[in-house]
């Protein structure tokens, strides 16, 4: 029988146990620590209860998250006859129950219980903006990275396509020193407020990971080696450090900051063969 399993850092799960969390689709808009019937007036006792009457569809309840409810609703059965795992300890009322619960009862569904596409990689590496861009859209050929990165798990990825996040911090000293590496390559940089951060933003195969390369890309010291970029539609989803097994939390990009805005006129988001007729140019 299915059954909950607590998160804990640094320790993997066993295979197979989907991640709940509010990091993911399947998290609880409602927090263990916040006090509910006098925030609410909805009568709950718990978060966990709380969850359950959001997703009955309690009218009190009907302006908090609905893309992430109506999300879990259409997927719940992905998680049938599947373990699950949250950060409530072993005897905490937890919203993992009442997926739990719910799945039971639905029918099975096909498909990637985490809730991501189907084509998309499930392991992932977040590059901060504009690299992530590059690595999809501009021809970037080498993801630099340290040797003590490197021997953490990226090279069990040689051969294999992963996905890249586009990480949610950018300041304008990284971009500005981006851009104009990229101009002197024959590379346009796109405005800073039109690069998506905080979610997938496509995914490439590596091929290698090399000490040094003619790529005008390496810096070293140590490379991935990147080829047949893919772009996807935004993905909302949380980062971590190294290759990580991402999973999908609804979220929109993060709103540009004030310097950001303030760069360039915001050019429309056009496919990149569009840009390229607008003077774009991807090496």
């Known amino acids: 029988m299915p059954r909950r399993h607590q998160l804990r850092r640094d320790v993997p799960l066993p295979e197979g146990v989907v991640r709940v969390d509010r990091a993911t689709m399947w998290g609880n808009p409602f927090r263990a620590d916040h006090v509910m019937p006098e925030v609410y007036g909805i009568g709950a006792r718990s978060a966990a209860e709380a969850f359950r009457l959001w997703l009955d569809g309690h009218e009190a309840l009907a302006a908090i998250e609905p893309v992430r409810r109506d999300g879990i609703l259409a997927n719940i059965g992905r998680l049938h006859g599947k373990d699950v795992a949250c950060w409530c300890g072993p005897g905490d009322e937890c919203h993992a129950e009442v997926l739990l ?18 084509g998309v990689p499930t392991i992932a590496l977040s590059v901060r903006q504009p690299w992530a861009w590059a690595l999809i859209y501009a021809g970037k050929d080498i993801e630099n990275r340290s040797e003590p990165a490197v021997r953490h798990g990226m090279r069990a990825q040689v051969g294999k396509r992963i996905a890249i996040h586009a990480a949610k911090g950018m300041t304008r000293d990284e971009y500005e020193s981006a851009r104009d590496f990229m101009s002197s390559i024959g590379v346009c940089c796109p405005p800073p407020a039109n690069l998506e951060r905080g979610g997938i933003v496509g995914s490439v195969l590596v091929t290698a990971v090399v000490a040094e390369h003619p790529s ?68």
């Open 216 to 283: 005008p890309w390496f810096f070293g010291p140590r490379g991935l080696c990147i080829e047949q970029p893919r772009p996807v539609a935004f993905i909302g989803a949380s980062g971590e450090l190294g290759m990580f097994q991402w999973s999908p939390n609804l979220s929109q990009p993060d709103r540009p900051a004030k310097w950001m805005l303030s760069q360039a006129d915001v050019l429309p988001k056009e496919d990149p063969l569009v840009l390229m007729q607008c003077c774009f140019e991807f090496t």
């Open 101 to 118: 619960e719910r799945a039971a009862a639905a029918e099975p569904t096909i498909g990637d219980a985490i809730g991501r596409p189907d």
